[in-house]
């Protein structure tokens, strides 16, 4: 049995998001959670929220029990950016993306 919680469009980058995710692939929940409590990485804390409400969906929806669940598959994806400009000199702009992406974890027996 598969439970799956979904983040979308979150303020962080994919690339950084997926140093997160690739900790705590395949881990037992309660280890990925304490892998994610200690990273010092800001996107640890927003991979760590999802991985709680996969595991909440499990044990709500599901009846799974919470000793047994392992992450089974995380990834993140990019999502559309933010445009944003910086002024510069002789009245031009520079152009400024800043990046969101989608998580998507999935744990089960």
Same mark, same amino acid.
Not at 1 to 23: F, H, I, N, P, W
């Given at each position: 049995m598969e439970t799956q919680a979904v983040l979308k469009g979150v303020r962080l980058s994919a690339q950084k998001g997926r140093l997160a995710a690739d900790l705590v692939r395949g881990q037992p929940v309660e280890r990925a959670?304490? !892998?994610l409590s200690f990273s010092p990485k800001k996107?640890? &804390?927003i991979v760590k929220k999802v991985l709680?409400? &996969?595991i909440a969906n499990a044990?709500?929806? *599901? /009846? &799974? *029990? !919470?000793d047994e669940l392992k992450v089974k598959r995380i990834h993140v994806e990019k999502a559309g950016s933010?445009?944003?400009f910086r002024a510069r000199a002789k009245g031009r /702009? &520079? #152009?400024i993306e #800043?990046?969101?992406c989608h998580i998507y974890v999935t744990v089960g027996n």
């Amino acid at each position: 049995m598969e439970t799956q919680a979904v983040l979308k469009g979150v303020r962080l980058s994919a690339q950084k998001g997926r140093l997160a995710a690739d900790l705590v692939r395949g881990q037992p929940v309660e280890r990925a959670l304490n !892998i994610l409590s200690f990273s010092p990485k800001k996107s640890s &804390a927003i991979v760590k929220k999802v991985l709680e409400s &996969a595991i909440a969906n499990a044990e709500h929806n *599901d /009846g &799974a *029990d !919470i000793d047994e669940l392992k992450v089974k598959r995380i990834h993140v994806e990019k999502a559309g950016s933010l445009r944003r400009f910086r002024a510069r000199a002789k009245g031009r /702009g &520079a #152009k400024i993306e #800043k990046q969101t992406c989608h998580i998507y974890v999935t744990v089960g027996n």
